[in-house]
T-cell receptor, first 115, second 109 residues
Framework: GAVVSQHPSWVICKSGTSVKIECRSL??????MFWYRQFPKQSLMLMAT?????????EQGVEKDKFLINHASLTLSTLTVTSAHPEDSSFYIC???????????FGPGTRLTVT | GENVEQHPSTLSVQEGDSAVIKCTYS??????FPWYKQELGKGPQLIID?????GEKKDQRIAVTLNKTAKHFSLHITETQPEDSAVYFC????????FGAGTRLTVKP
């Protein structure tokens, strides 16, 4: 139980284009999903918290117009990196709150490379 | 906000030995403390967690202890195996969840 998937697992895009990453909770409903960014050999950096049916809450320093988050249903949240630049290259990981007292389950991550 | 510190940053042990990773937190309101294992190129996997009303929890070779007074908690892995090699993250959750910087554990065969 508590499986979270992400798609795609990796993506290469050209500078200036937009990329959408999907996060799905496969066997449970997640009222809250989280998006993290992780640089090599570093910890997880929370980008935003998304609640189903409402606007995402972004962490300080994260541009909401660049990282668009849509939590359309209780099992799906998407992160769109708009006008991507090489410095956006990173490992993006989502997690979903199972609702069972703060437990978060993580997806397998998406490696984005912007050329 | 919450601040979580994790030590050591790297840990190398011989197969069969024990490994201990320690974390401290600052927010007394934190009441949930999970540990995650992350293998290269993968997402973090929840391996064990503990809540503030419990002092110790064990699951086979893995155990976690919590000292609420001192605001620290630890992960203990016994009889380590090469497949235990990974990066381990602690986290503390109250109003939000914050992660430690991670510990890279290497188990030498």
């Amino acid at each position: 139980g508590a499986v979270v998937s992400q798609h795609p697992s990796w993506v290469i895009c050209k500078s200036g284009t937009s990329v959408k990453i999907e996060c799905r909770s496969l066997d449970f409903q997640a009222t809250t999903m989280f998006w993290y960014r992780q640089f090599p050999k570093q910890s997880l950096m929370l980008m935003a918290t998304s609640n189903e049916g409402s606007k995402a809450t972004y962490e300080q320093g994260v541009e909401k117009d660049k990282f668009l988050i849509n939590h359309a249903s209780l099992t799906l949240s998407t992160l769109t990196v708009t006008s991507a630049h090489p410095e956006d290259s990173s490992f993006y990981i989502c997690s979903a709150d199972s609702g069972a007292l703060s437990e978060q389950y993580f997806g397998p991550g998406t490696r984005l490379t912007v050329t | 906000g919450e601040n979580v510190e994790q030590h050591p940053s790297t840990l190398s042990v011989q197969e069969g030995d024990s490994a201990v990773i320690k974390c401290t937190y600052s927010d007394s309101a934190s009441n949930y403390f999970p540990w995650y294992k992350q293998e290269l190129g993968k997402g973090p996997q929840l391996i064990i967690d503990i809540r503030s009303n419990v002092g110790e929890k064990k699951d086979q070779r893995i155990a976690v202890t919590l000292n609420k007074t001192a605001k620290h908690f630890s992960l203990h892995i016994t009889e380590t195996q090469p497949e235990d090699s990974a990066v381990y993250f602690c986290a503390a959750s109250g109003n939000d969840m914050r992660f430690g910087a991670g510990t890279r554990l290497t188990v030498k065969p």
